[in-house]
């Protein structure tokens, strides 16, 4: 009697290694066929936006933490200190005499015009180095140095708000990005270009960690920073802009998107996400 035939009691044995085989590979094929048949599946995750690994050692290798140079002391300088202080502590008030504040901002463009045509490029680094320096140092005390609130101004409150930082502020955000939303404040406030000198990498990095992580934000926003992470170059970012075109209910454009990576790919999941927008 084999293995597999009834026994003497009529009830059926084990089945034997080909019985097994069967159902395991019937199981296989059926579990193939469900993954790639096509099902409509709402655009919510979010794919890993990744930048070359070799652009990042680049950057990290040229990252300059602490100033190249030492600054000039001088009094064009302290009065630019000073006029940068006062621009962040009236950041911090409720009401402020808006001629007074309006007299400031123009005595800042003036010296500083002054100030950066005499520190040069490298100087004028060196200077945006030592205020972030200086900034980021203070920002997870609770209580700063009184000279600090001028530096820091309303930059914790706008970390807190958009979820770079927490309420203890402790950095939710890569240090790098951080240090770089700095870079950005003090180019405001100099009436720089707000990307002046900054890096690509470090551009596809801010816009790629709002895409990601900005829950606080608004879905254009996001979508807007998964539009720019692409035009930078970034990996997988028409496939999170088309996510985030989905959410801010810009679908015929998001389809489109989708449409293209899949004709591109043939990835499943693109597939089943533009069969979502299209029947919604």
């Not at 000039?72 to 302290?78: E, I, Y």
């Not at 504040?101 to 002054?114: F, P």
């Not at 996510?243 to 454009?253: C, G, R, S, T, V």
């Amino acid at each position: 009697m084999r293995k597999d035939e009834p026994g003497s009691d009529g009830q059926p044995s084990e089945p034997g290694f080909a019985g097994t085989c069967s159902v395991l590979l019937a199981t296989l094929v059926c579990s193939i066929v469900v993954l790639a048949s096509p099902r409509p599946v709402q655009p919510s995750r979010l794919p890993a936006l990744r930048v070359p690994l070799a652009e990042a050692g680049r950057a990290f290798a040229d990252d300059p933490t602490t100033p190249t140079e030492p600054l000039p002391d001088s009094p064009l300088l302290q009065r630019f200190l000073e006029l940068y202080g006062e621009a962040g502590l009236n950041e911090r008030e409720a009401q402020v005499d808006v001629d007074m504040v309006a007299e400031q901002k123009r005595e800042l463009a003036r010296i500083t015009s002054e100030l950066f045509s005499t520190l040069g490029e490298q100087g004028v680094r060196a200077l945006r180095e030592t205020l972030t320096a200086r900034a980021l140092a203070a920002l997870p005390q609770r209580e700063p140095p009184s000279e600090a609130y001028g530096l820091l101004g309303g930059f914790p409150a706008l970390l807190l708000r958009y979820g770079y930082i927490d309420r203890d502020r402790t950095p939710l955000a890569p240090p790098r990005l951080i240090r770089n939303l700095y870079h950005q404040r003090f180019n405001l406030i100099c009436e720089q270009p707000l990307d002046a000198n900054m890096e690509p990498f470090d551009r596809r990095l801010a816009e790629g960690w709002v895409a990601l992580h900005g829950q606080n934000m608004p879905a254009e926003r996001r979508a807007q920073a998964a539009r720019t992470f692409a035009e930078l170059g970034g990996t997988d970012a028409r496939e999170a802009l088309a996510i985030w075109l989905a959410n801010a209910e810009l679908k015929d454009e998001a389809a489109q998107l989708l449409r293209g990576e899949y004709e591109r790919t043939g990835a499943l999941r693109l597939r089943n996400m533009l069969l979502f927008l299209l029947r919604s």
